[in-house]
């Protein structure tokens, strides 16, 4: 068996930080694409 070695506090805040920025920036990326898309179509609708 391999020796198991933990991240320390200052990796765990780091890699907690990089996950949370990049979920909220998906959010905001994906709600724009849907809302761009969804006004394209009703301009082609009209």
Known sequence: MH????P??????RDT?????L??????FFAL???LIKNAMLLFVK
């Not at 979920?23 to 905001?28: A, G, K, N, Q």
């Open 3 to 6: 020796l198991v070695v933990w």
């Open 8 to 13: 320390t506090a200052k990796e765990n805040r």
């Open 17 to 21: 930080s990089i996950v949370i920025s």
């Open 23 to 28: 979920t909220i920036f998906f959010i905001l």
């Open 33 to 35: 694409v849907d809302w």
